[in-house]
Each structure stands twice: as structure tokens, then as C-alpha cells.
T-cell receptor, first 114, second 116 residues
Framework: GAGVSQSPSNKVTEKGKDVELRCDPI?????LYWYRQSLGQGLEFLIY????????KSGLPSDRFSAERTGGSVSTLTIQRTQQEDSAVYLC????????????FGPGTRLTVT | AQTVTQSQPEMSVQEAETVTLSCTYD???????LFWYKQPPSRQMILVIR??????QNATENRFSVNFQKAAKSFSLKISDSQLGDAAMYFC?????????????FGSGTKLNVKP
């Protein structure tokens, strides 16, 4: 079946602009995660959605970052007033928690802020 | 807070040889899960192997096996008969068990080069 998809694949934006990154999880997966991966670094947890529960936003680095998940499926990560330090690859993952703790990752969105 | 440490930023192995990637973690939990993920240049993270902490037997998946030392909080990955396609970044990850699904903790990664 289809895996996790993310769009756009690459995004170049000017400092100060807002950007939206989209994630389509695997159908039926109840959990959805956003991570940030800076160049040469590991994955930094940003936010987690599980079903209808309140999301865990503890990893969001500032109030310029927000995310929503509509209808328990598609998720959008929004970065307002982008800064150069926001440049990174943003990865989305989904998980079917009932059977497995495995996360299935999308290919990521490479964000470059100029 | 949980931390995952990968002390080898980069390693190289000759094709067909065996290589071991190191990972240590810090936790006070007794029930948790450990993972190794592979990230090739395509950026697509792929699960390589998973270990449940309550299992004493080391997990294996074809050419990939782990050496899980719970008391030492060590979780190394052994790749046997290395292939060119194994070249990638490898990330060790930790997740709490017992319903604590909200966070995975990832190490900083080890870049594996495979020489023909």
C-alpha cells in the first residue's frame, strides 16, 4: 500500500515568510509525528498526534511553529516568520500503535530559508 | 530525560566484511523499545531492526543483528557481509514502553561507508 507522503519535497523561502508543510500518513495509522533534522544531526522531536487526544507539542522550538491534524489523517506543520535557523529537513512519521511501535517515515521536506 | 548516544560519527567497512555500530542510552525505565533505522541519501528512514527490552534474546534480521546488553544500556548493530547498498546514516532510537507512545529519542547517527 501507499506509504507516508510529504509535500513539497523541497521548499525555498525568504526569511520572514510563512511556510506550510504537508504530511499524508498511511491510511488507518492513528499516530503521527513530526521531526526536524538539521544538517548532519539526528532527529529532533517536534510534535505528536494520537487519535483525538490533545497533541504533545513539547518539542516545538518556538511559538512560530504550529501543527494541526485534520480528521485524524492529513497533518500540516506551519512555520511563521521563518528564520535561517529553521532550514532543515522536516520528517513526518506515522504509526499503527495497536500492533507495532514501528514508525513509518515519509521522505521529508527540505526547507531552505534564504 | 532519555538520551541516546552514538559515539561513532562515521565508519567505513570493506564490502563483504562485518561492521558493528555502537549505541548507548540512558533510562530509568525497565520496559522500553530500541530501534535501528537506516537513512540512505534518499532521506527515507527505514526500520532495520527492533528489540523489546523484556526479551533477552538478541534480535536478528538476515544480515543485521544486535547485541543488546540491558544492564550496560548498550544496543549495538552488527552488519554482516556488508553490501554497497548498506551505505547510509544509521540512527539508534529509544522509545518508552507501556503505552508511552509520544516520543522517540534518536541518536545523532553514524554514517556508514562501504568500500568496494
Amino acid at each position: 500500500g501507499a506509504g507516508v507522503s510529504q509535500s513539497p519535497s523541497n521548499k525555498v523561502t525568504e526569511k520572514g515568510k510563512d511556510v506550510e508543510l504537508r504530511c499524508d500518513p498511511i491510511s488507518g495509522h492513528t499516530a503521527l509525528y513530526w521531526y526536524r533534522q538539521s544538517l548532519g544531526q539526528g532527529l529532533e522531536f517536534l510534535i505528536y498526534f494520537q487519535g483525538n487526544s490533545a497533541p504533545d507539542k513539547s518539542g516545538l522550538p518556538s511559538d512560530r511553529f504550529s501543527a494541526e491534524r485534520t480528521g485524524g489523517s492529513v497533518s500540516t506543520l506551519t512555520i511563521q516568520r521563518t528564520q535561517q535557523e529553521d532550514s532543515a529537513v522536516y520528517l513526518c512519521a506515522s504509526s499503527l500503535l495497536v500492533q507495532s511501535y514501528e514508525q513509518y517515515f515519509g521522505p521529508g521536506t527540505r526547507l531552505t530559508v534564504t | 530525560a532519555q538520551t541516546v548516544t552514538q559515539s561513532q560519527p562515521e565508519m567505513s567497512v570493506q564490502e563483504a566484511e562485518t561492521v558493528t555500530l555502537s549505541c548507548t542510552y540512558d533510562t530509568s525505565e525497565s520496559d522500553y523499545y530500541l530501534f535501528w533505522y537506516k537513512q540512505p541519501p534518499s532521506r527515507q528512514m527505514i526500520l532495520v531492526i527492533r528489540q523489546e527490552a523484556y526479551k533477552q534474546q538478541n534480535a536478528t534480521e538476515n544480515r543485521f543483528s544486535v547485541n543488546f546488553q540491558k544492564a550496560a544500556k548498550s544496543f549495538s548493530l552488527k552488519i554482516s557481509d556488508s553490501q554497497l547498498g548498506d551505505a547510509a546514516m544509521y540512527f539508534c532510537a529509544y522509545q518508552k514502553g507501556l503505552g508511552n507512545f509520544n516520543k522517540f529519542y534518536f541518536g545523532s547517527g553514524t554514517k556508514l561507508n562501504v568500500k568496494p
